[in-house]
């Protein structure tokens, strides 16, 4: 019995481990060490992490999205990047994902950055999903489009009226962008 519940403890602890997210190295820093640096007053400093982090790419949104909520010191955000790699097809499912867990945050500024992300990718990846892509990506697309509008939705009933009002605006301007309605110019009568 003791054998079994140690490989069973052995076992648990494993899994654990395993779940846990490993930091990948990028030019030498680790992904933790590149968000840090993001905070940087230097502006060159800044933009290398910025321009590091998007090329990292969805290995570094876990890491992304614990900074979420800490105020920008230098150039680069968390938030910022976040918004840019969820502009990507296959991304915006895996930002989605992990930012949609922060939108119910007690931190007001977390709520308040996922909000500003989820709010900038809506339109883009609900448009993205009417495109022809395979099923895969299709269904991708499509999964990440429905949680990114419950996501907002939740953020409507938020008790901060500011983050309420702004999620119904990102709600109501990813309708427009995913009916299509930015994409071309009015249509103008010809004159005689």
Avoid at 130 to 142: D, F, P
Avoid at 155 to 182: N, P, R
């Amino acid at each position: 019995m003791k054998i079994v519940r140690t490989l069973s403890l052995g076992m648990l602890l494993l899994v654990a481990c395993a779940a846990q997210p490993k930091d990948p190295l990028y030019q030498g820093k680790t992904v933790s060490q590149w968000v840090r640096q993001l905070q940087d007053t230097d502006m060159n400093t800044s933009l290398t992490a910025a321009h590091a982090l998007q090329q990292i790419g969805t290995d570094g949104i876990p890491f992304l999205v614990k900074d979420l909520g800490k105020p920008a010191r230098g150039l680069g955000s968390a938030s910022s990047i976040l918004a840019v790699m969820g502009a990507d097809s296959i991304a915006a499912y895996l930002v989605v994902s992990e930012v949609s867990r922060v939108v119910a945050s007690r931190n007001r500024d977390t709520r308040k950055d996922a909000i500003f992300i989820l709010g900038q990718i809506a339109g883009p990846i609900q448009l993205e999903g009417k495109r022809n892509h395979s099923s895969m990506v299709a269904m991708l697309l499509r999964s990440a489009s429905d949680q990114c509008r419950a996501s907002l939705m939740q953020g409507t009933k938020d008790k901060d009226a500011f983050l309420a009002t702004l999620s119904t605006q990102y709600l109501a301007h990813a309708d427009s962008v995913g009916a299509g309605m930015f994409l071309s110019p009015a249509p103008t009568r010809k004159r005689r």
